[in-house]
């Protein structure tokens, strides 16, 4: 089995990207209730300071700095798509490897992240964010995306965006 090293530094913030394994079903979008059910209960019991965040049918990309006591990040992924996929309903045919670990095969098996060092890569990252809608070719302008962050009035995504937490300059990753 691969052991994935992953850059976990207390305190850094980290952009994220997490896709569906079927990007064809849009799942996200169709059961976003689901979705924000799972991201409210996981960050209640493990907090974390949300930057931004899109849903977008087939991933979704989220910005947040992790607190100054613990780099928690692969342990909340872990419950959201849990939760979620326990959640969801449907007809999902997972391969024999995903079958044996008890998977249903809606989520792909590893997400993407990254640490931002400084603000200028913050900056970048919030713009990607909010710019994701609009390069899927779901919307002419990004206030008109409905599920995430951005979206005008601020803060239609209920548990998922939190509007009202500043963008502050991130922690500077460093692996020392």
Excluded at 2 to 25: D, K, M, S, V
Aim: glycine letters at 4%; hydrophobic letters at 40%.
């Amino acid at each position: 089995m691969t052991a994935y090293r992953r850059l976990r530094l207390n305190g850094a913030t980290y952009q994220f990207t997490l896709c569906l394994e079927e990007p064809a079903r849009g799942l996200l979008i169709a059961e976003v209730a689901l979705l924000r059910q799972a991201w409210a209960r996981t960050l209640a019991e493990l907090p974390v300071r949300r930057q931004a965040v899109v849903v977008l049918p087939d991933r979704l990309h989220a910005i947040w700095t992790e607190p100054e006591d613990a780099a928690l990040f692969p342990e909340r992924w872990r419950r959201i798509k849990a939760r979620f996929s326990r959640a969801v309903s449907g007809d999902f045919a997972p391969r024999d490897s995903l079958r044996r670990k008890r998977e249903r095969g809606i989520w792909q098996r590893r997400y993407w992240e990254h640490c931002l060092r400084d603000a200028a890569a913050l900056d970048r990252a919030l713009e990607d964010c909010r710019r994701a809608p609009v390069l899927a070719g779901l919307v002419t302008r990004p206030e008109d995306w409905p599920y995430g962050s951005f979206a005008a009035p601020r803060g239609r995504m209920g548990n998922i965006a939190h509007p009202t937490e500043p963008a502050s300059c991130p922690a500077p990753c460093t692996s020392a």
